[in-house]
């Protein structure tokens, strides 16, 4: 008799259900939990810098999300929206583009080889990043849409509005868990061997 196979870890972990990591993958934040990173010795320039380029992206998540709540609520003129949400939008996802590659090059590679028991962690957060470009490209061609429909009939502005709100809404609510997971990965590991021994250190 065949055994029913499980679920794998890539769907137990998949970016758009899970609400952390499991106990296995808590190893180092257990030890090195968020209220002791501020001010840590070996919290160096470079995790500083990462972090606060995950800073940014929160913001301007935060602020693209507000733009699209008042657009549809009415508070927010048609004229108006598109200088709002546009150059936002266009920043956040070119620098995730660029912010990605440079983890899954560079940085991941070099975590992922510095501590076998968090190997998985970073094969989800992998994951996680071509999930995050689907949303991104869904997030992009819905808001084309939705500024073509702006001076066209009232029926194609709230389907368009509601497809870009999906869209969005998936986007920023998959990047802020993503955030905070990868914080969680990544910033016990820097604490606790240091960035000059992870070679990952800035020096200038």
């Not at 009415?74 to 929206?81: K, N, R, S």
């Not at 956040?92 to 583009?97: A, C, S, T």
């Not at 001076?151 to 709230?158: A, K, P, Q």
Request: charged letters at 25%.
């Amino acid at each position: 008799m065949l055994e029913k196979p499980s679920a794998t870890d890539t769907e137990i972990l998949d970016l758009a259900s899970r609400s952390g990591w499991p106990d296995d993958l808590r190893v180092l934040i257990a030890r090195f939990p968020r209220e002791q990173w501020e001010g840590h010795a070996n919290l160096g320039s470079m995790a500083q810098f990462w972090l606060s380029r995950h800073v940014m992206f929160r913001e301007l998540s935060g602020a693209i999300g507000d733009t699209t709540a008042q657009f549809r609520n009415g508070t927010l003129a048609a004229a108006e929206f598109p200088r709002q949400l546009v150059p936002r939008l266009q920043f956040l996802l070119q620098q995730l583009n660029v912010h990605h590659q440079i983890e899954d090059l560079h940085y991941f590679p070099i975590f992922r080889a510095a501590e076998d028991r968090l190997a998985r962690g970073f094969d989800v957060l992998e994951g996680d990043h071509h999930a995050i470009h689907a949303d991104m490209a869904a997030t992009a061609d819905t808001a084309n849409a939705l500024l073509r429909a702006l001076s066209g009939d009232n029926d194609t502005l709230i389907r368009c509005s509601d497809a870009y709100a999906k869209a969005s809404g998936g986007l920023l609510k998959g990047l802020i868990r993503h955030l905070d997971d990868e914080e969680d990965l990544i910033v016990p590991l820097i604490l606790d061997r240091g960035e000059d021994a992870l070679g990952v250190a800035h020096h200038g």
